[in-house]
């Protein structure tokens, strides 16, 4: 049976998620500018050098943390799930803000990219919710915002015996322990991930009996039946083959095929 999915579900209210109404109304305001002008600039989206100025204002101020956005975000979309069986899609993107170097300030909350030395972006991992039998998008279970300092190792020279929860990696199974108190009422959450989720402790913290994770295999395990998960996969007979087409990347020399 489908469900009916009210549209104020995906307009923001910050009623009662920022500290004063000033502030409540701004923030409506900023978004509802960002939905009728998708743009990376404020001052593009803002309409005249006053809304410019009161758009910085508002993200500037101190008042305004990063959790509550994504609180507001998040309490949304845990009211569109209740008794569906749903679909978390996690990965990293990040955003890069080297072009604007010049102009920003020192401690701006930017560290380093994946791709070069600069310290000038910032990285977001999202839970990105999806009804699973029709795929459309719900909305964001959660949403973790962070940086890697200018001055971290890198990978050749870390120390990877530390805890799970000191490593970057923990942002998987933080997410989604997030994702399952905001997406309490669904009848099922599996969460989808690429090989990088492909961590011990995030298999022994977050399945259960209406919680589940589907996630690219980085390696192979032993299993409770002493032969190995890839000699497992490869025995099991073939249940089904399907035809998907490629299509043409030139920057990675990719053809359709």
């Known amino acids: 049976m489908k469900q ?42 803002s309409g005249t050098p006053a809304e410019h100025k009161a758009n910085l204002r508002f993200l500037n101020n101190e008042r305004v943390e990063e959790e509550m956005l994504i609180k507001e975000v998040s309490d949304r979309v845990g009211q569109l ?21 010049g102009r920003l300030q020192p401690n701006s909350g930017l560290g380093r990219s994946d791709k070069s030395d600069t310290a000038h972006c910032f990285k977001l991992h999202p839970g990105m919710v999806m009804d699973s039998s029709t795929l459309n998008p719900l909305g964001f279970s959660w949403i973790k915002l962070f940086h890697r300092d200018e001055q971290m190792p890198y990978r050749n020279e870390r120390n990877y015996k530390k805890p799970i929860e000191e490593k970057e990696s923990y942002k998987w199974i933080e997410v989604a322990q997030k994702s399952k108190e905001v997406l309490n009422r669904a009848a099922s959450v599996t969460f989808i991930e690429d090989r990088e989720g492909d961590i011990d402790e995030q298999l022994a913290l977050i399945p259960d009996e209406k919680h589940y994770l589907k996630i690219r295999s980085r390696t192979t395990r032993n299993l409770a039946n002493g ?10 007979p073939v249940a089904g083959v399907y035809t998907i087409e490629v299509p043409t990347d030139n920057r990675k020399k990719q053809y359709k095929r």
């Open 227 to 236: 032969n190995s998960l890839y000699a497992e996969v490869d025995s099991t």
């Open 4 to 45: 009916k999915t009210h549209s104020k579900f995906f307009i923001p209210d910050y009623l009662g998620i920022l500290p004063d109404k000033r502030l409540e109304v701004r923030a409506d305001k900023l978004a509802n500018q960002l939905s009728l002008t998708p743009s990376s600039s404020i001052q593009k989206l």
């Open 81 to 101: 799930v209740t008794d569906r069986h749903v679909l978390v899609v996690t990965d990293t993107c990040e955003v890069n803000m080297s072009k604007h170097k």
